[in-house]
């Protein structure tokens, strides 16, 4: 079939069933065609009102939604939504945006169908306006970029279909996130957007900034994009997100109303168009145009708006009644996207930045690092929840409609998904909401897996032709499923949700002492029984009866699964293993690990395949947390500062006791530092990294001091001060002691102020050699000493920072009442630096995508089939399978992504080509058409503002390939987004 009768077909068919923006429509006059005209000459200034709404914070989602607990907190969203639409209606010139999709969309299901159509008016008249448009205003430093694109899309998605193009926001607007990310930038691009705006901002830069005119910028969002694809026009807001001091008119505010009757004795109106007038005039010496933008709104206002209409009538009204007087300054409604749009016509060159917003103060001692470690047990718990979506939702499309009403019920991905977009809040995940409200969002998440599970049963019950119940053994990183430690044989299916096959280590609970495993082929596969470590079993205390773990290492087809049967040899308690006391070197052919035999620590650490050799000493430290006594800013550590009382830490020992273990399958150190801290450095057979399996908590605070809990790697690399971290767990950024890109900086926290978000990997280099870590959540680090990287594992404070939480950071729980204790992994590669990306690119994405394990009981029917994979074939190292989800009922959502930047690798940093009906062995292509990256628009007809930097250049638009989208070709960092016609094979 011809390429254009594809397209044609496909285009017919989405517009039919999704109302994607084919047409626009001739009657809405929304966007930028419903702007108040400026005028030329005059200081314009654009009113925004607008309502902060926080996902979740001081309450949880429900609770903010229908005003719940205002003794916490008062606010209610569903009022503010309420108030807004009546008086949006009483006059057309006011305007009003919206940010969080998530409390639009629980409003809209309950309005009438009358009111519904009057919204739509509103926002076809652009008197509502959206911007931003995700589920939520994510966090920027701890989440990963699938989940953001994920909760972006479904927020977008809602507004495209709902309003259609007048629904589609211009503007990306965080107005509250504490720090700013470039690959969150560089996606705002991709996603068609022609500006992004936001509040925080160093207090350096922004004075510096200030100065210089370059509060508005443009952001050169990738390296390896060509321009302007990544390139993001910014401007940084005047009073974060507040309006200007005296003139918040919220029920929640004490300014005074305009009080504008003459015959009054209070008459204030001469004294407020004054002082209006000097602010607007102040503001106006640090922007570049003869625009500025104030926004008139904050934290869940707009309740009674009312309040804020009435009196921004009145100031609009006798401010520009002035220029009858001569005054310069008009006021008028207006909305971030017309506001943009003005300094679009000004035809301005803008100052160029291609680093990031972090670390990010709002003064000299007050560093907001501290929560890119919060809550770590809900870090963890978001990022693995975010690999069961993934794969919940292939599973959806490679198990067709029978994965959604099946033989284990009715399978749901929504509410999984509702549940990560929540998480991706920039009070979510970051750490930084009340406990109640972090339980809230765990809960959410396990609720969503439950949902998922269904769907991930009745989808493999297709794909392996077996009805058998399936077990999910969510605790295997404690030794906990009462299955294998209660089951004399039993199978495995292994579900690899990458694009390539992976080979994974297995660590199971039993109680016998021998074991045989059978791969889907019948062969035996080499495994190992060992002890449960104590440091298990004080964190699992009575929940599990397992004394013994089984190792032996799985395989799995990309896309696919592989199961293996299991069955016990011989019962008993005792596992019969080689055990040694004392440090002793372990290795396999590709690694070489060393311990001292003094202290129990690690001390080197060679590659044997390259012939590389580093001093390796890895030790747990704790920064004692400022209590805000006794210091220059009474700033005390919590939620989001990190302000450690001393430079240096404490050791929590010098020494570790360890029992090395060494099997067939695993060598591991196990090694104690003290009864709250522990880890086993693991070394797995044929295996090209090292292990880091560490266990802190409960953190001791009977010395009445809180602690923030690191570990340390000393090396003899010569890093030169120098050490990189990933943006988001795409690109990568490098980072230097004491200094920042584009400001010369005063330095006054020299650890707070050098740390930085690692959400999938840091690590430091000289000529020779490469000390990669990959994480398996985002925390913070940095590099304070030449050739260190240190990483915080946990955080436990016995104060607020007052930054609006009003609780100290002092996490227990039921099962742990005297302190959290977090479990993690850290994996380490030693390479040289022109092939490390080669090693440490997947495996970050292994990281975050891992085999799913489900469990069945007794022998597998004869017709059962054990191996299966959704691909024709694996694809190549340097292409990622980023999304494969289920659209409606005949279409797919794909997203390919290249994952190397330009620099990175000799082999893996070239273009790569992708035949899309060579890609599915169950899935047969019958059109494709490419789309934006949150789906949301058609890739071709998406247009967006060029912006010229000061530079001079003039970058020209990427040229959109001519082709018929059967082959398509990837280039480095860029990720491609398609819409798939499929049939099942």
């Not at 390896?224 to 918040?248: E, K, Q, R, V, W």
């Not at 930054?803 to 380490?828: H, M, Q």
Request: aromatic share 10%; with cysteine; charged share 20%.
């Amino acid at each position: 079939m011809a390429a254009a009768t594809v397209r044609l077909m496909l285009l017919i068919y989405l517009s039919e069933s999704l109302s994607l923006p084919v047409v626009r429509q001739k009657e809405s006059v929304c966007g930028y065609q419903s702007c108040h005209a400026t005028k030329p000459g005059m200081l314009n200034v654009h009113l925004v009102p607008h309502t902060h709404d926080d996902v979740g914070w001081l309450k949880t989602v429900d609770q903010y939604f229908y005003g719940d607990r205002n003794d916490i907190q008062h606010a209610g969203v569903q009022y503010i939504l309420d108030s807004v639409v009546d008086q949006l209606l009483k006059n057309p010139e006011r305007r009003f945006i919206y940010v969080e999709t998530a409390f639009f969309y629980r409003w809209w299901s309950q309005q009438s169908s009358s009111m519904q159509q009057t919204v739509k008016q509103l926002v076809n008249e652009g008197r509502l306006e959206f911007v931003n448009g995700g589920w939520c205003m994510s966090d920027e430093a701890t989440t990963h970029y699938s989940a953001v694109i994920d909760q972006m899309t479904m927020g977008l998605r809602f507004l495209n279909e709902t309003f259609g193009p007048c629904g589609r926001p211009r503007v990306a607007w965080h107005i509250d996130p504490f720090g700013h990310a470039r690959e969150h930038a560089s996606m705002f691009a991709q996603m068609g957007y022609d500006g992004f705006f936001f509040g925080r901002v160093d207090y350096q830069d922004r004075l510096r900034r200030m100065l210089a005119k370059e509060q508005e910028l443009l952001w050169r969002a990738s390296d390896s994009l060509a321009p302007p694809m990544a390139d993001l026009f910014t401007g940084i807001l005047p009073n974060g997100y507040n309006p200007p001091d005296g003139f918040c008119w919220d029920q929640s505010c004490d300014d005074p109303p305009i009080r504008d009757d003459p015959n009054l004795e209070d008459y204030n109106v001469d004294d407020v168009v004054e002082r209006f007038l000097n602010i607007a005039n102040s503001q106006a010496l640090v922007y570049k145009t003869n625009h500025i933008i104030m926004t008139m709104g904050s934290d869940f206002q707009y309740e009674n708006a009312n309040l804020w209409y009435k009196n921004l009538d009145k100031l609009i009204h006798y401010v520009n009644a002035q220029q009858s007087n001569g005054s310069r300054v008009n006021l008028l409604y207006s909305t971030p996207s017309c506001y943009l749009q003005e300094l679009h016509r000004a035809n301005l060159s803008w100052a160029l930045k291609t680093d990031d917003f972090f670390p990010y103060a709002d003064d000299a001692h007050d560093f907001w690092t501290g929560y890119f470690s919060s809550r770590p047990a809900l870090k963890r718990y978001e990022r693995l929840s975010n690999s069961n979506l993934q794969t919940c939702n292939q599973l959806e499309v490679l198990g067709g409609q029978a994965s959604r009403r099946g033989h284990f019920g009715k399978g749901d991905s929504h509410t999984l998904r509702r549940a990560m977009a929540v998480a991706q809040h920039h009070d979510a995940v970051s750490g930084t909401e009340k406990q109640h409200v972090a339980n809230d969002y765990s809960r959410r998440l396990a609720n969503g897996w439950q949902h998922c599970q269904v769907l991930v049963s009745n989808s493999l019950a297709v794909l392996s032709g077996s009805t058998a119940e399936r077990i999910y053994c969510n605790n295997l990183n404690i030794s906990m499923c009462s299955l294998t430690e209660s089951s004399k044989k039993f199978s495995i299916n292994v579900f690899n949700p990458l694009a390539r096959p992976v080979t994974w280590p297995v660590r199971l609970p039993v109680n016998g002492t021998a074991y045989v495993v059978s791969d889907a082929r019948g062969k035996t596969v080499d495994c190992e029984v060992v002890p449960v470590s104590q440091a298990t079993q004080n964190v699992r205390g009575n929940r599990g009866f397992a004394v013994n773990e089984l190792l032996f290492q799985v395989q799995a087809p990309p896309l696919g699964f592989s199961t293996y049967s299991v069955s016990l040899l011989q019962d008993g308690p005792q596992a019969n293993f080689k055990r040694y006391n004392g440090p002793k070197s372990i290795w396999n052919k590709y690694l070489k690990v060393t311990f001292d035999p003094d202290t129990g620590l690690l001390s080197s650490l060679a590659n044997l395949e390259t012939k590389q050799n580093i001093r390796l000493v890895q030790n747990f430290y704790w920064y004692n947390a400022s209590d805000g006594n006794n210091s220059a800013s009474n700033q005390p550590s919590g939620a989001y500062i990190f302000r450690p009382n001393s430079s240096t830490p404490f050791v929590v020992s010098k020494t570790a006791k360890t029992e090395i273990i060494q099997t067939s399958v695993m060598q591991e150190v196990r090694q104690w530092f003290a009864p709250w801290v522990s880890q086993v450095v693991r070394l797995h057979a044929d295996s090209r990294v090292l292990e880091l399996e560490w266990t802190v908590g409960p953190i001791p605070i009977d010395d009445d001091l809180g602690k923030e809990v690191i570990t340390r790697l000393d090396t003899d690399i010569e890093s030169s001060g120098i050490f990189y971290t990933d943006s988001n767990g795409r690109e990568v950024l490098q980072r230097k002691k004491d200094f920042r890109p584009t400001w010369h900086l005063r330095q006054s926290e020299p650890i707070a102020g050098n740390y930085y978000p690692i959400n999938s990997r840091a690590f430091i280099k000289d000529d020779e050699d490469q000390l990669t870590v990959v994480t398996d959540r985002s925390q913070g680090g940095g590099s304070i000493r030449n050739g260190s990287l240190e990483i915080m594992l946990h955080r436990r404070l016995l104060y607020d920072d007052v930054r609006g939480v009003a609780e100290p950071l002092n996490e227990t729980s039921d099962i742990f009442p005297d302190g959290l204790v977090v479990r993690g992994r850290l994996l380490l590669s030693l390479d040289r630096p022109a092939k490390a990306a080669d090693t440490h690119r997947p495996l970050a994405q292994g990281m975050v995508l891992q085999p799913l394990l489900t469990f069945t009981e007794g022998d597998l029917h004869p017709n059962t089939r054990l191996e299966f994979s959704g691909l024709q074939a694996a694809l190549p190292p340097a292409v990622h399978l980023l999304t494969l989800s289920q659209w409606d009922e005949q279409l797919v959502l794909l997203r390919l992504e290249h994952q190397f930047q330009t620099w990175e690798s000799k082999v893996n940093s070239q273009p790569v080509t992708i035949n899309l009906q060579k890609l599915f062995s169950t899935l047969e292509v019958l059109g494709v058409s490419e789309l934006n990256l949150s789906a949301n628009q058609w890739k071709d007809e998406m247009t967006r503002f060029d912006w010229t930097p000061q530079t001079g250049e003039k970058p020209l638009k990427k040229r959109l390939e001519d082709t018929s989208l059967v082959e398509v070709t990837l280039s480095p960092m860029e990720i491609r987004t398609f819409l798939l016609r499929v049939d099942l094979r």
